[in-house]
T-cell receptor, first 109, second 114 residues
Framework: GQQVMQIPQYQHVQEGEDFTTYCNSS?????IQWYKQRPGGHPVFLIQLVKSGEVKKQKRLTFQFGEAKKNSSLHITATQTTDVGTYFCAGPTGNQFYFGTGTSLTVIP | NAGVTQTPKFQVLKTGQSMTLQCAQD?????MSWYRQDPGMGLRLIHY???????DQGEVPNGYNVSRSTTEDFPLRLLSAAPSQTSVYFCASSYKGRGPPEAFFGQGTRLTVV
């Protein structure tokens, strides 16, 4: 079955530092989505990438979809304490929607 | 617009007990799913449904049943609770094929089996 792995599992950064999480799928994905889950909360949709090599930006967040559509990354520039949470990538295989293992981000003020 | 409503928010069960986690959405989404979240393992798909009357198994279906008699509701049944089912459960819904792609999640149910 499909596996979606994310690295790192945990990341602690000083406020103002950059942060990147990487997502790798064992199979080619038709699209990939990114979600953020605040501590104690539920996942909230951030963005969807569809095209090979696609890059999208949301303020300080930059999302990339690999050329082979098997990997993706989320980069946050100049982290803030509001960025704290767990970031998940997710991708479909047929009617099933698989989430990655997540990267938990801690931002130290 | 309530979105996705899950009940209860917290539950403690004894081993062997059964219960139903409720999930309802008011967005007319075709696709609904149940996930469990455990530390270090992300969100794992338990069961999903692409429409009323249609359900299918995900990655970790054992010990759980679902039904989809209406578009709005997608309950998850634990047949005989086991400590290994201690987890946080999330219900999610989304459009299937048309409309915005994002999944909307309920607030989650924290289940402890003792």
């Amino acid at each position: 079955g499909q596996q979606v792995m994310q690295i790192p599992q945990y990341q602690h950064v000083q406020e103002g530092e950059d942060f990147t999480t990487y997502c790798n799928s064992s199979t080619t994905l038709s699209n990939i989505q990114w979600y953020k889950q605040r501590p104690g909360g539920h996942p909230v949709f951030l963005i969807q990438l569809v095209k090979s090599g696609e890059v999208k930006k949301q303020k300080r967040l930059t999302f990339q979809f690999g050329e082979a559509k098997k990997n993706s990354s989320l980069h946050i520039t100049a982290t803030q304490t509001t960025d704290v949470g767990t970031y998940f990538c997710a991708g479909p295989t047929g009617n099933q929607f698989y989430f990655g293992t997540g990267t938990s981000l801690t931002v130290i003020p | 617009n309530a979105g996705v409503t899950q009940t209860p928010k917290f539950q403690v069960l004894k081993t062997g007990q059964s219960m139903t986690l409720q999930c309802a959405q008011d967005m007319n989404h075709e696709y609904m799913s149940w996930y469990r979240q455990d530390p270090g393992m992300g969100l794992r798909l338990i069961h999903y449904s692409v429409g009323a009357g249609i359900t299918d198994q995900g990655e970790v279906p054992n010990g759980y049943n679902v039904s989809r008699s209406t578009t709005e509701d997608f309950p998850l049944r634990l047949l005989s609770a086991a400590p290994s089912q201690t987890s946080v459960y999330f219900c999610a819904s989304s459009y299937k094929g048309r409309g915005p792609p994002e999944a909307f999640f309920g607030q989650g149910t924290r289940l402890t089996v003792v």
